[in-house]
């Protein structure tokens, strides 16, 4: 069966609801007997990190079903894709963004403006994790085995007087230097592209190298961004996108030791569906570390004008081949589905 067929199956299952119910969330079944497997984690924090942490408790929960993880954390997250791909682990999390690479239906979640509440997200995860879907998120040796909730990616900026696209131009603006998508939506509004990595991004921002970047709340306490908006700035309480994180394995390397890895993933997907709120929950809890005084707070007529912006740079970056179609139409989907009513919803580019 086609790709295409089968992202209209999952559509249809989408479309009729039954893969909106969180499912009964049951303890997958021990292996027969101890598997030791390699896990590259990437958090920009380190070991310190949240995501480390929540990656060490996840390690010891596995140990309940005879799965011993060698877990490695990572602050380079190009590095861990990389020693992924070499072989020296069999899983990786990293974000969606980078996961692209190893399989560009998944990696086409994090484009502009994709979702625009966690209720979508937690409707679109429950369809990826539907076993129609199954069959695309392999390609090759490679399968996206989890996708998780990063949450909101907010503009923040050093300075409350850029209060528009227009006022941004002119402007330096911190973007990702492995990411050419970026770059071209910053040049495309007048603005000067700051090239960073994962290491340099928060503090390019911190130390004035950049006026704004784009980042979710749960990286304002640990990046320390406070120092870059200063006393002038502030952040905008409007998405540019809804961030994933991806959890990737090495199908060879991983069916030799799980022969029954396709039965033991549907299990785990089913189960992890149950964490679903907790995710969401932690991020809504990181969103309160940002104070009060900080948002700036848009318009509505401002809103539509960006919602519509970011939907014309989806569109063209997917003409250009940057996204896949596919995932454009199931995105476009979950909006529709959760706000029937919005224009986008009796057009027919995505």
Same mark, same amino acid.
């Given at each position: 069966?086609k790709?295409?067929?089968?992202?209209?199956?999952?559509?249809?299952?989408?479309?009729?609801?039954?893969s909106t119910?969180?499912?009964a969330?049951s303890t997958p079944?021990?292996?027969?007997?101890?598997?030791?497997?390699?896990?590259?984690?990437?958090?920009?924090?380190?070991?310190?990190g949240?995501?480390?942490?929540?990656?060490?408790?996840?390690?010891?929960?596995?140990?309940?079903w005879?799965?011993?993880?060698?877990?490695k954390v990572y602050?380079?997250e190009r590095?861990?894709?990389e020693?992924f791909?070499?072989?020296q682990?069999?899983?990786v999390?990293?974000?969606?963004?980078?996961?692209r690479?190893?399989n560009r239906?998944?990696?086409s979640?994090?484009?502009p403006?994709?979702?625009?509440?966690?209720e979508?997200?937690?409707t679109?995860?429950?369809?990826?994790?539907?076993p129609?879907?199954?069959?695309?998120?392999i390609?090759?040796?490679?399968?996206v085995?989890?996708?998780?909730?990063?949450?909101?990616?907010?503009?923040m900026t050093n300075?409350?007087?850029?209060?528009?696209i227009?006022?941004?131009?002119?402007k330096?603006v911190a973007?990702l230097d492995?990411?050419?998508?970026?770059?071209?939506?910053i040049?495309a509004i007048?603005?000067?592209p700051?090239?960073?990595?994962?290491?340099?991004y928060g503090?390019k921002?911190?130390n004035g190298?950049?006026?704004i970047i784009?980042?979710?709340?749960?990286?304002y306490l640990?990046?320390?961004?406070s120092?870059?908006?200063?006393?002038?700035?502030?952040v905008?309480r +409007?998405?540019?996108?809804?961030?994933t994180?991806?959890? &990737?394995?090495?199908? *060879?390397?991983l069916?030799?030791k799980?022969p !029954? %890895?396709?039965?033991r993933?549907?299990?785990?997907r089913?189960?992890?569906?149950? +964490?679903?709120?907790s995710f969401i929950?932690?991020i809504? &809890?990181?969103?309160? *570390?940002?104070p009060?005084k900080?948002?700036? !707070? %848009?318009?509505?007529?401002?809103?539509?004008?960006?919602?519509r912006?970011?939907r014309e740079?989806?569109?063209?970056l997917?003409?250009?081949?940057i996204?896949?179609?596919?995932?454009?139409?199931l995105?476009?989907?979950v909006?529709?589905?959760?706000?029937?009513?919005?224009?986008?919803?009796?057009?027919?580019?995505?």
């Open positions: 069966m790709r295409s067929l089968r992202l209209l199956l999952a559509l249809s299952i989408l479309a009729t609801g039954t119910a969180a499912p969330a079944k021990p292996l027969p007997k101890p598997v030791n497997i390699r896990f590259c984690l990437f958090d920009p924090v380190g070991t310190n949240q995501i480390a942490s929540l990656g060490r408790d996840l390690a010891l929960e596995a140990r309940k005879n799965l011993i993880v060698d877990l602050q380079d590095v861990a894709a020693d791909k070499a072989g682990c069999e899983g999390a990293i974000t969606t963004l980078r996961a690479q190893f239906i998944v990696g979640i994090d484009s403006g994709n979702l625009r509440s966690y979508e997200m937690r679109l995860i429950r369809a990826l994790a539907n129609a879907f199954l069959p695309m998120s390609t090759g040796r490679y399968q085995v989890g996708v998780v909730p990063v949450g909101a990616i907010y503009v300075d409350r007087a850029i209060d528009s227009e006022k941004a131009a002119g330096r973007v492995w990411d050419p998508s970026q770059a071209k939506m040049s007048g603005a000067h700051v090239m960073a990595d994962m290491t340099s503090p921002f911190n190298q950049a006026d784009a980042a979710p709340a749960m990286a640990p990046l320390e961004l120092r870059g908006i200063g006393k002038k700035g502030g905008f +409007f998405p540019l996108l809804f961030a994180g991806s959890i &990737v394995i090495r199908r *060879d390397l069916l030799p799980i !029954d %890895l396709d039965d993933l549907l299990q785990l089913e189960y992890g569906l149950g +964490f679903i709120d929950a932690t809504r &809890v990181s969103e309160k *570390d940002i009060e900080l948002w700036i !707070d %848009l318009s509505e007529g401002d809103k539509v004008k960006y919602w912006m970011l740079a989806r569109i063209g997917t003409k250009e081949g996204y896949e179609p596919s995932m454009m139409n995105l476009k989907k909006r529709c589905r959760h706000e029937p009513g919005n224009e986008e919803c009796s057009m027919f580019e995505e």
